[in-house]
């Protein structure tokens, strides 16, 4: 769990909460999982094919 808010806090636009409603947080901290987890996932594929 750690390691995802060290994740979520390279994301300077969820470092300070101006978002007027909390469906809006909640829509910015989705978009930065799915941008972490399609980055690593893509880096996984790259070593699977070298491998």
């Known amino acids: ?27 910015f901290i989705e978009i930065a999982f799915v941008s972490i987890l399609s980055r690593r996932l893509k880096r996984l594929a790259a070593e699977t094919v070298k491998a």
């Open 1 to 27: 769990m750690e390691r995802s808010f060290g994740w979520l806090a390279l994301y300077r636009r969820l470092n300070t909460v101006v978002e007027r409603t909390k469906e809006h947080l909640v829509a």
